[in-house]
């Protein structure tokens, strides 16, 4: 058991000591990105509160694979982000700089990966594929859910301190963008299944050069909101 949640929260723990690198100029205190990261992990229950009495979709083709993917993943797991992250900053004196909005996203979806993974690694055991399926996750999953969160917390910075001509797009955009990135995520790969094996193939060509993708762009949003709070 050691082990399995040992290799479940590895990934999440590397991603937590790299925003908190990132934001050394005027750091959060410990207690609040803690916090962050429990509101994560209540995400995830309200997820599951939310979604366990409706059926679930069937996976038959690409399109209902989408479907799934958007309805049972990037729609609700996002909102209930958001609504976490709108709970944890409405009254937190440290919000503050650009910079925070990723900070304390990031956190909350990192606590959300780290309790979905240790569910999945668990559920692994029975047939020996947790390490697998730890392995793959961590290189995939969790930074997804980082990266979301990069997306999330900068348009919920900008509609904090920047244009208020702007608030009401960005708040939106702050749900839409990693909706979209999301449900997008889960659908290539979702998908894959229902798919000719060629046609599988170079899905997931596209889904590796996407994902590497939204990586330079979520870490390129890092360095735009650290720029403009140095200035």
Known sequence: MFWIISAALAP?????????????????????????L????????????????????????????????????????????????????????????RLDGIVYATCIGLGFAGFENIGYLFQGIEDGSWLSIGISR?????????????????FYALATFSNPRYRRLNFFLAWFAPVMAHGLYDGILMSQSTLPNYVSG??????????????????????????????
């Not at 679930?56 to 049972?72: G, P």
């Not at 961590?138 to 900068?154: C, K, R, T």
Request: with cysteine.
């Open 12 to 36: 999440v723990v590397l991603l937590f000591v790299y925003i908190l690198v990132k934001d050394m100029r005027q750091p959060e205190p410990l207690k609040w990105l803690f916090r962050a």
């Open 38 to 97: 429990c509101f994560g992990v209540l995400a995830a229950l309200l997820d599951i509160m939310v979604l366990s009495p409706l059926p679930d979709i069937q996976v038959t083709d690409w399109l209902s694979a989408f479907a799934n993917a958007f309805l049972r993943a990037g729609i609700p797991e996002e909102s209930a982000k958001l609504l976490m992250l709108w709970l944890l900053l409405r009254r937190n004196p440290y919000y503050d700089e």
């Open 138 to 154: 961590a290189l995939f999953a969790v930074p997804g859910h980082f990266f979301f969160g990069v997306l999330m917390g900068f």
């Open 202 to 231: 170079i899905l997931m060509i596209v889904f590796l050069v996407g994902f590497n993708r939204l990586r330079k762009y979520s870490l390129s949003l890092i360095d735009r909101h650290q720029h403009k709070d140095s200035l």
